[in-house]
DNA sequence: GCGTTCCGTGACAGGTTCGTGACAGTTACG
DNA sequence: CGTAACTGTCACGAACCTGTCACGGAACGC
């Protein structure tokens, strides 16, 4: 599976530097001009990492950041930031930015694609010792283990994808077409409807013990992860 | 908004220490001496997140957080558990206890509040979605629910669509073309009077449970999403 | 008042969508 | 090499959605 990199920066000779020296090292690149177009891209399909201009028109690069740092989907996203100067460097380390590593411009194209590899390294293994929980289901990625309740699930490989992507992003609705980018990814070529067959599998093996049905189906548009029967107050925000 | 942490623990020493740091960290502490009073507690007003020792006398912690697991109001409220040593967080792990994280005692409070802050991250429904509100009413967008009041409406995708539309303008008035060109699609080839039919429908659901009409005719032109007039003023004075 | 226009109401038929089970090609693994 | 598990498709049926229509009452202009 290709690693995807998010590039948001507004100046396009940095970016088209960025996107040349990353693809040329294997990674798929995608390219956002601004806060606004970043967010809808990270929206439609979360990169693994996310490389920032410190200096963005509009939503800055440090709010950006700090906005997804409170997001559940996109709290742990790698993020290299660039900034201008040695001395924005430092001071920003010092605040509380969110950022992973940090870059300073002008930089060599190796020395960039090294810290990118860098972060990944990092961040990968801190993924893989987290835990999601909706209800009475857990779902640890580390042993790659399903519970509900004190039962263990089986479940084979999109299967556990595709709960996975649901656990990430609790209530929210997806539609299929939505569901196979981002479970099957950008390269997979299969029919809409297929999303409908693992729906069922996942269910079948969540619900093997007569327990509620946590997959909600919404006519029309997709499926999402949700209590059944009381409507869930929208919590407060923190 | 306030995040509201309920504090289960019978040994004072150890509640107000707890209870001294999370306030310190902004947090609104409410606090219960055993198991009972924290079931009282959570059917008064549930908190948002539950510190739960484990030693508990009557009512333990580990049967208090099964009880809530099993109940839909609470089965997803984030449960940090404390134990008193290392073996036992280990030992608790193991079993399924339902409990997102463990904190051993002693505990440093800056480690505890970060644990706090991250079951919090983990535990919270994605997006601080798009939430469109009018009087009683309010729509998801996330989730792609709609409520009113309390009470959850149910909407094919049409009304859905149409009800977006108008709560995105409220008080405007839109003619039937207009709402068929926005909600319908400029491709749609429909009658104008489908309208009609799909505001009956949405009416019906809205006011299901005897509400007031949202939903203004606007005699020859089309509907407005409005307040209904309280009453009618006499112009004369008495 | 009176005729006309406009909208609410209920019913209905055709279409769409989704759950379900079955099936075959593929992969994993002993 | 053979078996079992996995995965993508498909066809069918039931439930649901939706556009349309006819009818009657309400609102409006005169």
């Not at 709290?75 to 290299?80: G, R």
């Not at 909706?134 to 519970?147: G, I, K, N, P, Y």
């Not at 556990?160 to 099957?184: G, T």
């Not at 919404?218 to 409507?231: C, N």
Request: glycine share 6%; aromatic share 4%; proline share 7%.
């Amino acid at each position: 599976m290709t690693v995807r990199v998010l590039i948001v920066e507004d100046e396009p000779a940095v970016r088209r530097l960025l996107a040349y020296n990353l693809e040329a090292a294997g990674f798929e690149v995608a390219e956002a001009r601004d806060g606004e177009e970043a967010l809808r891209q990270i929206e439609e399909l979360p990169p693994d990492l996310l490389i920032l201009d410190w200096m963005l028109p509009g939503l800055s690069g440090i709010e950006l950041c700090r906005r997804l740092r409170r997001r559940p989907a996109t709290a742990a996203l790698p993020v290299v930031m660039l900034t201008a100067r040695v001395e924005e460097r430092d001071r920003l380390r010092g605040l509380d930015t969110g950022a992973d590593d940090y870059v300073t411009k002008p930089f060599s194209p190796a020395e960039l694609v090294a810290r990118v590899r860098a972060v990944l390294r990092r961040a990968r293994p801190a993924m893989a010792g987290e835990v999601l929980t909706f209800a009475d289901l857990r779902m640890d990625l580390a042993s790659r283990r399903v519970f509900r309740g004190n039962r263990e699930i089986p479940l084979s490989r999109t299967e556990f994808r595709l709960l996975r992507h649901l656990l990430e992003n609790p209530h929210r609705v997806f539609e299929r077409a939505q569901l196979l980018d981002r479970v099957w990814g950008l390269d997979a070529d299969v029919e809409l409807r297929t999303v409908d067959a693992t729906i069922r599998r996942l269910r079948r093996a969540l619900n093997a013990g007569g327990e509620p049905d946590l997959v909600r189906t919404v006519r029309g548009t997709g499926y999402a992860l949700d209590l059944p029967e009381p409507a869930p107050e929208p919590l407060s925000a923190p």
